[in-house]
């Protein structure tokens, strides 16, 4: 069985298979191999990708995007970044939920989305069903969010056979297509999250030294430095507050992600937003400088966990042999020269930093599936984990940076004499007090009520190959294990997962009516347009009667794209195609005349 | 720390949990697949870390070595092997890789090797605590004072500019003093594996196993407590929060 891999990416999203000995991405009917990571609710239905993407200023409200940044996180965690959404967000059971129209849909639900446009995708092109895939999550991910990638791919309809983080795939396709070897660095800036990898590369053995990020600092921010500074000066200049209109603050968003791009490769540049309310076109040169100043502080902050990597490693820049960057941001010559007087190393990016991610998923995925025996993963858990002790203190189980598979072993008793429960809650993070780390789940230890201290029951942490943990307690007295139920912080619960496998079978009808209905309107008003030229230049060329038929198969053409029946315009479109049949004959005949009358004949092919 | 030792590295077999395949009942005589129906078998709870890298109870260790055996074994029990495999064999994969992750982890490091060690070899003696060193309380008491007049220095630039300067010397002391316990310690490692070499046995030469034990015992307690201040102490210069993992 085919397992692809997939990259979820918080602005793009893409699909990649081992094709023989070489990953490959999956492009598109476009040919584009990146899937914009953004889902509208039009009123016929879903729209992934590049076509929902359209609509994020005509909808902005029905149009999710950066869902990313939402997984595996309760609504207190995005407060400071809520203005810039303008869907509205609510939390139930820990989990943000997004509302739009009349339902809500939680961060899975909608990743899921993407990973299903994704897997139709792969799925055309390969000519077989694919149900089994690598999803790659940031090193950085917390338990929870790595648990909520987990959870869209089961509503998506995929048995998601392992999670890996970005920065590391990257190095599993850079060292199955470049031979990579040594001690590298991965510096991966992507749209909202930021990694950093040390591995030591040897003998096919990809062995992670360390690892430290921040998921909540990528493209994105870049993006909204610059449209803060658009809103502002629109304010000064038009006394406009652009805020109040979603569409406007969606378009600004947009041109700022396109100023930042162009600056990569432009000394200057003009942003161009069409201003509400008939205000006409507003206009703003930026030069790279300038920009630079703006993100000078966010890119700074990518500097001190490349440090503690280092220092968690035990290394000094001069130990690394290599640094390499993945993620579009990387793009920016200012982070570029950042790492470069980091590290002291001049970094590279021989494959592209949009796919290399992608590829190394698929890798993976072709290493799990048996087909490459002589690579081994070895990846370490990004955060400390540890359970709540007396005083609100956390006591460290597992330390940052060990790999995984990681377990440790725990003994409980009771203090109570009849004690029948102990209740144990697990954190994760670096810092000292409970409250400053984040919580992960909660769970009671069921014991048999006996005299204070007599019980023991041995709990097992087990942080997984995808480093999700798993918990197990064993009562050492009578050596059964123990149930457990463990009540995730931040999570969907196993009903709530079912459950939404169950809509997406609904929204996947939708969503198959939805892309009918594009495609037969788009091919509709492809016939509309040419048949209108054609008829221009030859309508003078046939009969009467004929331009009737034509003009009336054409308005009926047309007031049925308006409508929402796909069957209905595919009827119409056949019927245009009907009786314009003899007009496009006679017009390739004139042509032809035409052709041959302005040639000599020993000028024809 | 660490320094290469030219010990009788002799083939130490692999402690498995059973002696019969879970799966066909059969004797386990491979190292950790089933000779007859080539399933893998779970590593023994109890198994040693040392036992587990095929190494002997020594300290000295040669990393290269180390390396190259947990880099086998990783290609024997890692998961992404036993994908296509049963849910037990999932399992066993799972457990495996977890214990042998935790032996490289714990004896790559000199000193979390030693800890280690002490655990298995010193019994009730095995408590490492978090003792100040005898001959350097004064200079700790006035570090502790230096840490205090810095933290709650009025914001005075030529006042904090001075506490600084001391600090910074305390520090300088703190890590001479480190160097120095991590080179006794280093001394301490060839006197165990010494005494090893002769006895491995583990009751032979027991009294003279015991004392340097003790010794390590003492001077990784002082080494913790030093750690511990010396942290705090890099903490406040840096301004930030104390990383209380190392």
């Given amino acids: 069985m085919r397992i692809v891999g997939i990259d979820l990416g918080t602005t793009n999203s893409l699909i990649a298979y081992m094709d023989d000995k070489t990953p490959r991405v999956i492009a598109g009917r476009g040919g584009r191999a990146m899937v914009p990571s953004v889902v509208a609710m039009t009123d016929n239905g879903l729209i992934v990708g590049d076509a929902a993407k359209e609509h994020l200023v005509r909808h902005p409200a029905r149009t999710i995007y950066s869902v990313k940044r939402f ?33 809500t849909y939680s961060p899975p639900q909608v990743s899921a989305m993407i990973l299903k446009e994704l897997k139709q995708r792969a799925e055309a092109f390969l000519h077989e069903d694919i149900s089994k895939a690598v999803i790659t999550v940031p090193a950085y991910f917390n338990d929870s969010q790595r648990q909520a990638t987990k959870d869209a791919g089961m509503i998506a309809g995929l048995d998601v056979v392992r999670i890996i983080n970005e920065p590391t795939a990257a190095s599993l396709a850079y060292g199955l297509q470049q031979r990579t070897q040594g001690t590298i660095a991965v510096y991966d800036l992507g749209g909202g999250t930021f990694d950093i990898s040390i591995l030591k590369l040897k003998d096919g053995i990809f062995e992670v030294l360390s690892t430290n990020g921040n998921t909540h600092l990528g493209g994105d921010d870049l993006d909204r430095v610059v449209a803060e500074v658009i809103l502002k000066d629109v304010r000064a200049r038009h006394s406009l507050e652009l805020e109040k209109y979603d ?3 969606q378009a600004v968003r947009l041109e700022a992600e396109r100023v930042k791009i162009r600056l990569s490769d432009e000394q200057r540049t003009t942003a161009v937003i069409e201003l509400p309310d008939g205000k006409g076109a507003y206009r703003k040169d930026f030069s790279r400088d300038e920009f630079e100043a703006l993100a000078g502080k966010l890119v700074e902050r990518t500097l001190g966990p490349c440090r503690q990597a280092l220092k968690d ?6 130990d690394l042999d290599e640094v390499v960057l993945v993620g579009g941001s990387t793009r920016m010559p200012l982070v570029q020269r950042r790492v470069h007087e980091l590290f002291g190393k001049k970094p590279h990016s021989e494959l592209n ?21 002589d690579m081994l993963l070895l990846d370490v858990t990004p955060l400390s984990l540890g359970i709540e002790t007396m005083g609100g203190v956390m006591s460290t189980l597992i330390r940052r940076n060990t790999t995984i598979p990681a377990s440790s072993k725990e003994m409980f008793t009771t203090y109570v004499d009849g004690q029948t429960g102990v209740d144990i809650h697990i954190l994760q993070g670096e810092r000292e007090l409970v409250k400053d780390n984040r919580s992960l789940a909660r769970f009671r230890l069921k014991v048999p009520p006996l005299p204070a201290g007599v019980p023991r029951i041995e709990v097992t942490f087990l942080i997984d190959a995808n480093g999700i943990l798993n918990v197990t307690a064993r009562d050492i007295r009578t050596k059964q294990s123990q149930s457990l139920e463990v009540k995730p912080t931040y999570g969907l619960t196993d009903e709530e997962v079912e459950r939404m496998i169950g809509e997406s079978f609904q929204f996947a009808a939708d969503d198959l009516k939805a892309r009918q209905l594009i495609e037969a309107r788009t091919e509709a008003h492809a016939i509309l347009a040419a048949t209108d030229r054609a008829l221009t230049h030859g309508g003078t060329l046939i009969r009467a009667e004929e331009l009737v038929t034509i003009r009336a198969a054409l308005s009926e053409l047309e007031a049925v ?3 929402n029946d796909h069957r ?38 | ?55 002997p109870r020594l300290l000295g260790i040669d990393t290269a070595t180390l390396e190259a055996k947990y880099y086998e074994l990783s290609r024997a029990f890692h998961p992404d092997f036993f994908q296509a495999k049963t849910d037990t064999e999932k399992q066993i994969s799972l457990g495996n890789s977890a214990l042998l992750n935790t032996a490289y982890g714990t004896l790559k490091d000199p000193v979390q090797r030693a800890e280690y060690l002490l655990k298995l070899e010193a019994g009730s003696a095995k408590d490492i605590r978090n003792t100040p060193p005898a001959d350097l309380f004064e200079e700790i008491l006035e570090l502790q004072e230096d840490l205090e ?26 890590e001479e003093r480190q160097q120095a316990m991590d080179t006794k310690l280093a001394g301490l490692f060839v006197k165990w594996d010494t005494i090893q070499n002769r006895a491995p046995q583990p009751d032979a030469l027991r009294p003279q196993k015991d004392d340097v034990l003790k010794e390590m015992r003492e001077l990784l307690s002082n080494r913790t407590y030093l750690r511990s201040i010396l942290g705090d102490l890099i903490a406040t210069l840096e301004g930030g929060h104390a990383d209380r993992r190392h």
């Fill in chain 1, 71 to 103: 997984m595996g996180k309760g609504l207190a965690d995005v407060t400071d970044e809520l203005k810039y959404f303008p869907y509205t967000l609510s939390e139930q059971g820990g989990v943000i939920r997004i509302k739009v129209g009349e339902k």
């Fill in chain 1, 247 to 249: 569409d406007a603050m």
């Fill in chain 1, 313 to 318: 490693a035990g290394l000094q820049p001069p």
């Fill in chain 1, 353 to 373: 930093p949009d796919e290399v991610v992608a590829l190394g998923a698929a890798v993976q995925a072709d290493i799990l599936s048996g087909g490459t025996k």
């Fill in chain 1, 561 to 563: 794209t308006k409508g």
């Fill in chain 1, 568 to 605: 209905a315009i595919r009827a119409k479109i056949a019927e245009a195609e009907q009786v314009t049949h003899h007009l496009a004959e006679v017009l390739m005949d004139d042509s032809l005349k035409q052709a041959l009358q302005n040639k000599k004949l020993s000028e024809l092919p």
């Fill in chain 2, 1 to 55: 720390m660490d320094q290469t030792q030219n010990t009788s590295n002799k083939r130490t077999e692999l402690q498995m949990a059973r002696s019969m395949c879970w799966h066909c009942q059969s004797e386990v005589t491979g190292e950790y697949y089933c000779g007859q129906c080539v399933k893998v078998q779970p590593l023994s709870r109890e198994l040693d870390y040392f036992t587990c890298l095929g190494l």
């Fill in chain 2, 149 to 174: 007049a810095f933290r709650s220095a009025s914001g005075d630039a030529d006042e904090t500019a001075q506490y600084r300067t001391k600090l910074l010397a305390d520090r300088k002391l703190l």
